[in-house]
């Protein structure tokens, strides 16, 4: 089932929402700008903290606790033992020696799709044909239909259970203690089947009348799997293992807890087996590598966003006429690549600069490079279309 819509916007509807756009853009700019140098920031300092740690840390025996490596940063590794038993406390279902459990909730609900093509009209107005379908999907989130083009013939649960980790408090490695969810952030999943005495508790944690039933390791909340309807459920187990671990933390009595470096970073470092230090503190070294590219990638992708937003008002005042319209597009696209490629990396430039100079003067100038390259092919291209 689908519906079609027809919508015309006036040359003086699309000025008013491209000065919007321009004032979204400015406002995404500024915030982008903000978040490429505090990234930097946040780089720099993390990495000076995980340099710190990985002079001081010292490697002790997991077996017995010091006193004499009281408040220092140390690193140990050991077998693991849960303290407590995680338990799912909304529908009851446990897993007994586990150091986590996790819980996956999908539930059968309608969903829109929308598809939109748009024709340019002489004297600048627009013509809009957007197609509403839908179709039922298993989600793992809510799907809220109040927002659907037709929502009373598509209407979904207003609620639904969330996926969801219960990790123990603690969990002892060796004669340490230690945070459960340090522990089950590095542990091994696999499936958990709920009891029949936790089976039928389900309905009444799940506040239903609807047919609880197997269906494999999961649990099928509605009457039939082969027939689903909206708002039927699928409920998920996995516990989460893990036999030996090394931890890297300050030791405050028996327990290790982050440790403050000098410039205010906290350090609690876990991995999965008998992993040195050293190994640790190279893997979080790379861990920040990537968090700072993936942010700076972002920023990035902001900063264009940001830019066609603000010229998107020229290209609206061409499109009195669409051809030119469709020119000065390009145009401004082209310039916003441009801008992004020397604003970004001075940007980024300026985070670096008052901790490495000189890695900074090469990030602008590989931005300047990459600018003037663009600019150049640009201009290739356009003598060979004029020839």
């Known amino acids: 089932m689908s519906i079609t819509e027809t919508t015309s916007t006036s040359w003086f509807g699309r000025l008013k929402n491209a000065l919007i756009g321009v004032l979204a853009g400015v406002v995404l700019l500024i915030a982008c700008a903000w978040l490429l140098i505090w990234n930097e920031g946040r780089a720099i300092g993390t990495y000076r903290a995980l340099t710190e740690g990985a002079a001081q840390v010292a490697s002790i025996p ?36 586990a150091i986590a459990l996790f819980r996956q909730v999908e539930m059968y609900q309608w969903v829109e799709h929308k598809q939109s093509s748009s024709e340019k009209k002489l004297g600048g107005s627009e013509e809009t044909t957007t197609t509403y379908s839908y ?10 239909s109040g927002d659907f083009k037709q929502p009373l013939d598509h209407q979904n649960p207003e609620r639904m259970p969330e996926s969801k980790t219960f990790a123990v408090e603690r969990a002892g ?5 230690v945070l459960g969810k340090a522990i089950a952030d590095i ?3 696999s ?7 936790e089976l039928a508790k389900l309905p009444q944690g799940l506040g239903t009348d609807k047919p609880v039933k197997r269906d494999g390791h999961a649990v099928y909340i509605g009457r039939g799997a082969s027939s689903p309807e909206v708002g039927d ?8 293992d893990a036999k030996e671990a090394s931890v890297v933390g ?17 350090i609690l470092l876990s991995a999965a087996g008998d992993v040195d230090a050293a190994q640790m503190f190279k893997a979080a070294e790379k861990e920040n590598a990537l968090i700072t590219w993936l942010v700076r990638g972002a920023g990035m992708v902001g900063l264009f966003i940001g830019f066609v937003c603000i010229f998107s008002l020229l290209s609206v ?11 000065v597009a390009f145009g401004t696209t082209m310039l916003a690549v441009i801008l992004t490629l020397l604003v970004g990396p001075l940007l980024i430039a300026i985070g670096w600069l008052a901790y490495r100079p000189v890695i900074s003067i090469g990030i602008i100038a590989s931005g300047v490079v990459l600018a003037a390259l663009v600019v150049r092919y640009r201009k290739r291209k356009a003598t060979q279309s004029a020839a």
């Open 317 to 327: 005042i061409g499109d009195v006429i669409p051809f030119i319209g469709s020119i």
């Open 173 to 177: 490695v060796g004669a340490f203690s």
């Open 191 to 197: 499936d958990l089947t709920p009891t029949d005495q």
């Open 233 to 240: 459920l699928r409920i998920s187990y996995q516990r989460i």
């Open 250 to 266: 300050r030791q405050s009595g028996t327990t290790l807890v982050p440790y403050e470096t000098t410039n205010h970073h906290n």
């Open 62 to 97: 997991s077996d017995a606790v010091q006193a004499s490596n009281e408040g220092k940063l140390v690193h140990i590794s050991g077998a693991v033992k849960p303290e407590g038993v995680p338990q799912d406390g909304d529908l009851g279902v446990s897993a007994r020696d």
């Open 187 to 189: 542990g091994a999943y």
């Open 135 to 144: 179709t039922t999907e298993w989600r793992s989130e809510l799907v809220r």
